[in-house]
Nanobody, 122 residues
C-alpha cells in the first residue's frame, strides 16, 4: 500500500558529499516520521536521522554537524544531505516511514525502502 523508493547513493571520496532522496507513494494522507537508517557489513542497523511532520529532527551523534535531514510534506519525500563523508559512513542506507495514515484513515506500521549503497573510499 505504501512504497518507499530511495535514490542518490554511490561512491564518493572521503570529505565528499552525497544527497539521498526517498519518495513515498500510495494512498497517503500523512506520515508522522520519515528517517534514514544505515547498516554496515557485520553491524546492526542504526538510526542516522529522522524528522517528524512538524519538523523536529533527531540525529545520531556520529553524523551531527555533517548530515542534514529535511522533508517535503506535500511530496511525501525525505532528503539526507551528507557532507564531510568518512569511510565509516559506508553502509546501505534505508529510508523509513513511521506513523503512516492512508486516505482511508487506516494507520500502518513502519515501512522500509529497499536500501541504497553509500561507499566512501579513495
Amino acid at each position: 500500500q505504501v512504497q518507499l523508493v530511495e535514490s542518490g547513493g554511490g561512491l564518493v571520496q572521503p570529505g565528499g558529499s552525497l544527497r539521498l532522496s526517498c519518495a513515498a507513494s500510495g494512498s497517503i494522507f500523512s506520515i508522522y516520521s520519515l528517517g534514514w537508517y544505515r547498516q554496515a557489513p557485520g553491524k546492526q542497523r542504526e538510526l542516522v536521522a529522522a524528522i517528524t511532520s512538524g519538523g523536529n529532527t533527531n540525529y545520531a551523534d556520529s553524523v551531527k554537524g555533517r548530515f542534514t535531514i529535511s522533508r517535503d510534506n506535500a511530496k511525501n519525500t525525505v532528503y539526507l544531505e551528507m557532507n564531510s563523508l568518512k569511510p565509516e559512513d559506508t553502509a546501505v542506507y534505508y529510508c523509513n516511514a513511521d506513523g503512516v495514515i492512508l486516505t482511508s484513515r487506516a494507520m500502518l506500521g513502519a515501512h522500509w525502502g529497499q536500501g541504497t549503497q553509500v561507499t566512501v573510499s579513495s
